[in-house]
T-cell receptor, first 111, second 114 residues
Framework: GDSVTQMEGPVTLSEEACLTINCTYTATGYPSLFWYVQYPGEGLQLLLKATKADDKGSNKGFEATYRKETTSFHLEKGSVQVSDSAVYFCALYSNDYKLSFGAGTTVTVRA | DVKVTQSSRYLVKRTGEKVFLECVQDMDHENMFWYRQDPGLGLRLIYFSYDVKMKEKGDIPEGYSVSREKKERFSLILESASTNQTSMYLC?????????????FGPGTRLTVT
């Protein structure tokens, strides 16, 4: 079945450091890919998305490119802030109404 | 903006109690979902519904049931709560229209069963 594997955390960074969270997927066909973010005490929010190969999703300084050849959708940010401390989830949609989520990566940014 | 609300942010129940978690969405979405979130396990789908009175089992339906009597409301029921059901419960909704199936989440209910 469809699945997502993402980098395990936790990840701790200093402010202004670069962040990369790896995400790879297994799916038949051409899934849509998402990154969700969960800030402390809140539900999940959609951070960015991509629906086809070579699409780049971007939001709030984060970017991810849909790479069909490597079945990857890595999340990157060039300079993180304390407010980026959160749990990040990679997810894919292929069919059957459902999203498949990765296990989540906890990111802590220190001032 | 899509709004998904859940009836409680925190809930403490005793073993054996019947527990109702309510979810309401205001965007006229056809699809609604219940997940539980546990550290290291990500989100696991319990049940989903693609229409009023319709329901489908997700990956971990055991010990749970659901009800969807109105389009905007989707309830999760723990018939007899057990300590291994202590978790964060997240409700979500989506529309089947268009190619993108992004889901919109509520704030979550942290349930503790003692």
């Amino acid at each position: 079945g469809d699945s997502v594997t993402q980098m395990e955390g936790p990840v701790t960074l200093s402010e202004e450091a670069c962040l990369t969270i790896n995400c790879t997927y297994t799916a038949t066909g051409y899934p849509s890919l998402f990154w969700y973010v969960q800030y402390p005490g809140e539900g999940l929010q959609l951070l960015l998305k991509a629906t086809k190969a070579d699409d780049k999703g971007s939001n709030k300084g984060f970017e991810a490119t849909y790479r069909k050849e490597t079945t990857s959708f890595h999340l990157e940010k060039g300079s993180v802030q304390v407010s980026d401390s959160a749990v990040y989830f990679c997810a894919l949609y292929s069919n059957d109404y459902k999203l498949s989520f990765g296990a989540g990566t906890t990111v802590t940014v220190r001032a | 903006d899509v709004k998904v609300t859940q009836s409680s942010r925190y809930l403490v129940k005793r073993t054996g109690e019947k527990v109702f978690l309510e979810c309401v969405q205001d965007m006229d979405h056809e699809n609604m979902f219940w997940y539980r979130q546990d550290p290291g396990l990500g989100l696991r789908l319990i049940y989903f519904s693609y229409d009023v009175k319709m329901k489908e089992k997700g990956d971990i339906p055991e010990g749970y049931s659901v009800s969807r009597e109105k389009k905007e409301r989707f309830s999760l029921i723990l018939e007899s709560a057990s300590t291994n059901q202590t978790s964060m419960y997240l409700c979500a909704s989506s529309s089947p229209k268009g190619a993108i199936r992004e889901q919109y989440f509520g704030p979550g209910t942290r349930l503790t069963v003692t």
